[in-house]
């Protein structure tokens, strides 16, 4: 049975910093492609950055150059580095897999497994 479990939210203020990580289990390797969503009260769910079987990594532009997403294969586990957080990136943050290459017409697409999420909340 495939898992996807998710910790690391927080609430932080304006500027700061928090890493989520989310542990894959259930798969016979590491192959997947794995992207971070994220859902704001109110708003529809966004994808915020991947990262595919070889390391390569794409981000929302949203989070460009304020989020990092990492990937350690020994521990089956992948991580959001999110600095210089705003109230704009609270939400419930998700992460899913696809157990193959990110689409390439949308890296976002396609995605079979899902975590329950974790809470991220910035206050100004």
């Known amino acids: 049975q495939v898992r996807l479990v998710e910790s690391g939210g927080d609430s932080v203020q304006t500027g700061g910093s928090l890493r989520l990580s989310c542990v894959v289990s259930g798969l016979a390797d590491e192959k997947y492609c794995l992207a971070w969503f994220r859902r704001a009260p109110g708003k529809e769910r966004e994808g915020v950055a991947t990262?595919?079987?070889?390391?390569?990594?794409t981000y929302t532009d949203a989070v460009k150059g304020r989020f990092t997403v990492s990937k350690d294969n020994a521990e089956n586990a992948v991580y959001l580095q999110m600095d210089s957080l705003q109230p704009e990136d609270s939400g419930m943050y998700s992460c899913?897999?696809?157990?193959?290459?990110?689409?390439?017409?949308?890296?976002?697409?396609?995605?079979?497994?899902w975590g329950s999420g974790t809470q991220v909340s910035i206050s100004s």
């Open positions: 990262i595919d079987i070889d390391g390569s990594t």
């Open positions: 899913a897999i696809n157990v193959f290459w990110c689409s390439r017409g949308d890296p976002y697409y396609g995605m079979r497994y």
